[in-house]
């Protein structure tokens, strides 16, 4: 990047004569991105738009049609780079940091390229057809910010979404707020600013840190494309469910946290039409059909693997949304962990695993909210699965991670839903299998709890499960036929299962 600015000459020296001023140059330099690496590209588009932001004397009607020509040009690296980091498995903690870096840093620049240019002083770039664009746009590059800070699990920011609130007051002072705008970088192709907006707030209000960060995205993305049955107004309807001030550093809040009065800059928010498309899709999903082509999902994903997202955002985006199923109780007790099913089965078959040491906060019938004081890895993600035991306690519990908070001081607010109070650790063998004590035995985790008389539910190593394949086991010195029922749930390294017992 610098030996390309070097080759541009002195011109430099000059802020006026910013290479990206000049649209030959500006052709000249999007022409030649490197096209075959993803980071190398985002990071030579990223210097470039650096330079732009920070040059003196750079006319904002010619600095938006530069920033807008580099964005364009970094879509499709981006789209490259953004799926390599969500479905390249075990990420290494550098290569996690690196494609955050190169993530945030992008969509970090190029807001504030765009947020220079909303603040100049009346010009081409505030009028006619350019105001809808840049306040699309600007809000585009702050919601990705967000979702960025979504897939490592951090809070909200509340600075991030003034200034969302900022660019779409820009956008309904200038009457443009419901003006169409043809985006590259937009999932539905074409937005406009409060659309931009409303649908941020439902990526807010769908509590995505429940899901994992390719889960995340796909989220967004149905978002996206239902976003025009959203609905956001500057008065309350009976049935609204969030709602933001465009004024204040705070992100949308529930309705049940009403404002204590009315104010300009409020805005309420409702799924609207959304929701019965949501809710539509899931339903065809649930029956094995393909999700329909003009949907963009950014890839190609099996039905069965959507259905999740699905389920979630029917639940979360729903007119009503889900209430807490079970009451918190306040307590304050030291718990050790230890996550992955290797080590939870070697814990609770009785050896030896080092752990972490965690603070219990709160606890329920379904489960309980934990402080991690220090994270030892990238491991804590939503669907990791943990053992607990608690200080002073008799045995380990087995419970899988729903909730994951990453906050700006290193700890993180973790949610687990309890999944075995008593566990044990067994094997299994594909039923049949000539000479039983020959054939290796898969471990797993049985439990009883949750499950309907006369079945048992077990935790199998990732891809284990198989709906044609019973099994078996030995308890008690008898043999028991595990006939499978069902796929319950998947994690990173593990099949959550229900199978019916039989007779040896």
Request: aromatic share 8%.
């Amino acid at each position: 990047m610098l030996e390309k600015l070097r080759e541009l000459g002195s011109g430099l020296l000059n802020r006026a004569a910013h290479p990206l001023a000049d649209p030959a140059q500006l052709r000249k330099i999007v022409a030649g991105i490197p096209g075959a690496d993803a980071f190398r590209a985002i990071d030579e588009i990223t210097g470039w738009l650096e330079s732009a932001v920070q040059a003196g004397d750079f006319p904002a009607d010619r600095l938006f049609a530069a920033l807008t020509q580099l964005d364009d040009a970094a879509q499709p690296f981006l789209r490259r780079l953004t799926l390599n980091y969500l479905q390249t498995p075990r990420l290494s903690r550098n290569d996690e940091k690196h494609f955050r870096e190169a993530g945030r840093g992008y969509w970090t620049t190029l807001a504030a390229g765009y947020e220079r240019c909303l603040a100049a002083p009346g010009d081409k770039t505030r009028t006619g057809e350019a105001l809808p664009a840049l306040c699309s746009r600007l809000l585009l590059a702050l919601g990705n910010l967000l979702k960025w800070r979504q897939f490592n699990y951090e809070p909200a920011d509340g600075e991030t979404w003034r200034r969302m609130g900022a660019a779409l007051a820009a956008a309904e002072q200038g009457g443009a707020a419901e003006r169409p705008v043809a985006l590259r970088g937009s999932p539905a192709g074409t937005t406009t600013p409060r659309r931009e907006y409303a649908r941020w707030v439902a990526f807010h209000a769908a509590s995505l840190d429940t899901l994992l960060p390719l889960q995340i995205e796909l989220a967004e993305r149905f978002i996206a494309h239902y976003g025009a049955g959203l609905v956001l107004s500057p008065t309350a309807p009976h049935d609204a469910v969030y709602w933001s001030d465009l004024t204040q550093a705070q992100p949308p809040l529930r309705m049940a946290q009403m404002p204590a009065r009315a104010e300009a800059g409020q805005r309420f928010f409702k799924p609207g039409d959304a929701y019965a498309g949501i809710a539509a899709l899931l339903s065809e999903a649930e029956l094995g059909r393909e999700v329909p082509a003009e949907i963009n999902l950014g890839g190609q994903y099996h039905a069965r693997g959507l259905v999740p997202v699905l389920r979630h955002l029917a639940t979360y985006l729903a007119p009503i949304p889900p209430q807490r199923r079970h009451e918190r109780h306040r307590v304050k007790q030291r718990v050790q962990v230890v996550h992955g099913l290797g080590d939870v089965y070697a814990t609770v078959a009785g050896r030896v695993v080092a752990g972490e040491s965690w603070v219990v906060e709160d606890i329920s019938r379904g489960g309980f909210g934990a402080l991690v004081n220090r994270i030892s890895g990238e491991w804590l993600k939503s669907d990791a699965l943990v053992a607990i035991h608690p200080d002073g306690g008799q045995g380990w519990q087995v419970g899988i991670v729903r909730r994951c908070r990453r906050l700006a001081d290193g700890t993180a607010r973790v949610g687990i839903e309890a999944l075995a109070l008593l566990p044990q650790a067994v094997e299994v063998r594909a039923r049949g299998a000539t000479g039983y004590s020959a054939v290796a035995g898969i471990p797993a985790l049985w439990f009883r709890e949750g499950m309907a008389v006369g079945e048992v539910g077990l935790v199998l190593p990732a891809n284990s499960f198989d709906l044609r394949t019973p099994l078996e086991t030995q308890r008690d010195g008898a043999r028991l036929a595990l006939e499978p029922v069902a796929l319950v749930g998947q994690g990173p390294d593990y099949d959550l299962a229900r199978y019916r017992l039989g007779g040896g």
